[in-house]
């Protein structure tokens, strides 16, 4: 019986063939070293393929394929998409001022990472996000050819290469988001090397079409350049569009086109590498070492209290009691309102840190752990947004005593910034998941920063100025030193405190001629400029008069 039972005898025994099939698969090593041939599968098997790409995908990759860091190479797309996008910014980049270059040399290098990248590129449920981020970049890059306001560019690049560095570290929490350019930065080297393999394997494997290719392109520039030179002694208005298409070659010109392609190279490949070897791994949710519940809810309970005893006072100075404030304090309306908004700007930029590190280290294990969190935070929080409702205030009020200038239009949008990140923060403490919340940070400061742009704020704060003049005068100094955004507005200043406002904008738009002579500095093609044309416009069709030494800043208008 125990025989039996432990060694049962089957009733449908397995074909003979399927036996030796097993056998064959489970010795196919040794198999294929013997010189036999008979190990051919049935006819209802398909042949296996002899080929090598028929072993498994796991031992071609370890064998013959790249690490599993490496994106696969593509060659061949790779290496001509970032030669383009080297050749779009050799020629289109001007670093003398922004203007349409930057955004095709924007346009190319995009276009570029996407053929280099190909279906390398894992689609996840964060891309968008991150596509969305790329066309946040090339707005912001596009502003260069919009505004002629170089302060303003400045920035939008700035926050552009934040946001880039961003989208391809691709991580959502605080601390990453700081070092994303760090890790960004880290990672030339490598993107470098995976970019000059691909370059060197076709060098090697087809050095006959690369000679063939370059004897093709230097005859074509020797017949373009001789032709041209035959038509433009031919015809002078064919040679005036050729000089404004080719720039003058000179040392610091040639150094400018390696310069640029060098740097669209550089952002190309690292972008494109970034992409390949980035990962969509969720980053673990890390806290701060947690503290007792009377060792976080002390500190921040008295900083509510502090807070709402200013608000109190606030609440007076917002509705109607401000003179008794200011009386009170010893200073004017005006004073008060420079000497306090600095200090509150302050207090609203530490105030996102407490709540930050509080969010960190409060315990969240029981009902009342978290219930006192979001009072708290979320008391906090409301009332910060009052002293940011107080710093504006003061801030209005010292533009409209003393005008407005570029520095007080840019605190009083980083304080409506700051006013957008509490509004976030309340929302995020509903659920106390505030994972989202540096990230939609950085989109509230690039939206910002393209609503200024949408503002116009050289155009926007000239104007203000002129509204301003008849019961205030007016700085016409200041006013001289903005961006030709502002010549339309400029010239419905009365004279002669128009030509000696747009005096200084007149000299820097003609390259120092005399205006009456017309503009001798004209854009190149790639520095075209919407705001620049559109003060070209306008000082073209009025003549600037003399401007008198004796207007200078705050000029009042004549009685008369």
């Not at 064959?24 to 013997?34: D, F, K, R």
């Not at 279906?119 to 946040?136: H, I, N, P, Y």
């Not at 391809?168 to 993107?191: H, M």
């Not at 409209?400 to 923060?425: C, H, M, P």
């Amino acid at each position: 019986m125990f025989v039996h039972t432990a060694f049962p005898k089957p009733d449908n025994p397995p074909p003979t063939r399927h036996r030796s099939a097993s056998r064959v698969t489970a010795s196919e090593g040794n198999l294929m070293s013997l010189p036999v041939t008979t190990a051919t599968p049935p006819p209802s098997e398909p042949p296996e393929p002899s080929s090598p790409a028929s072993s498994s995908p796991e031992s071609s990759s370890h064998e013959s394929g790249p690490p599993e860091s490496t994106p696969a190479p593509r060659p061949r797309a790779a290496i001509t998409a970032t030669a383009g996008a080297a050749i779009v910014a050799a020629v289109a980049l001007s670093w003398d001022r922004p203007g349409i270059g930057w955004l095709l040399t924007a346009l190319a290098v995009a276009a570029a990472v996407v053929v280099s990248a190909g279906s390398g590129f894992a689609w996840s449920g964060r891309t968008a996000v991150r596509a969305g981020e790329a066309v946040a970049v090339v707005a912001l890059i596009a502003v260069g050819a919009v505004r002629a306001a170089e302060w303003l560019f400045v920035l939008c690049m700035f926050a552009a290469g934040v946001v880039g560095c961003v989208a391809l570290a691709d991580r959502w929490s605080a601390g990453s988001l700081v070092a994303a350019p760090l890790r960004v930065v880290g990672s030339v080297p490598a993107a470098l090397r995976w970019l000059l393999k691909d370059a060197i394997r076709i060098r090697v494997q087809d050095r006959g079409t690369a000679r063939r290719t370059t004897i093709a392109g230097l005859v074509a520039v020797a017949l373009l350049a001789v032709f041209g030179f035959l038509l433009a002694e031919a015809d002078a208005a064919f040679a005036e569009v050729l000089s404004v298409l080719i720039p003058s070659v000179d040392g610091s010109t040639s150094v400018q086109w390696l310069g640029s392609a060098a740097a669209a190279v550089v952002v190309t490949a690292v972008a494109a590498y970034g992409l390949l070897t980035g990962t969509t791994v969720p980053e673990p949710g890390s806290r701060l070492g947690l503290v007792r519940r009377v060792e976080w809810a002390l500190p921040v309970g008295g900083l509510v209290a502090l807070f709402a005893g200013f608000v109190a006072v606030q609440a007076t100075v917002l509705f109607g009691g401000g003179e008794h404030v200011a009386k009170t304090a010893g200073l004017t309306y005006a004073e008060y309102a420079r000497a306090g908004f600095w200090q509150l700007l302050v207090v609203t930029g530490l105030t996102v840190i407490v709540v930050g590190v509080a969010a960190q280290i409060a315990p969240r294990a029981t009902v009342s752990d978290r219930v006192l969190l979001r009072t708290l935070l979320g008391l906090l929080s409301a009332l910060t947004l009052v002293i940011v409702a107080s710093a504006l205030s003061r801030m209005a009020a010292y533009e409209q005593a003393y005008g407005f200038t570029r520095q007080r239009l840019l605190v009083t949008v980083g304080e409506l910034w700051l006013g957008v990140l509490f509004l976030l923060i309340l929302v995020a403490g509903i659920k106390l998941r505030g994972r989202w919340v540096p990230r939609a940070a950085l989109a509230a400061a690039v939206g910002a920063l393209i609503g200024l742009a949408v503002l116009n704020p050289d155009a926007f704060i000239a104007q203000q100025n002129v509204n301003r003049f008849e019961k205030h005068g007016i700085d016409v100094y200041y006013l001289s030193t903005l961006s030709a955004d502002a010549v339309p507005a400029l010239q419905k200043l009365p004279e002669p405190y128009r030509s000696c406002a747009l005096a200084a904008i007149t000299n820097e738009l003609t390259g120092g001629s005399a205006p009456s002579s017309g503009s001798n500095r004209r854009d190149a093609w790639q520095e075209w400029n919407l705001g620049r044309a559109t003060a070209r416009a306008h000082l073209d069709d009025d003549a600037l008069g003399p401007c008198s030494a004796a207007y200078g800043r705050y000029d009042l208008p004549d009685a008369d």
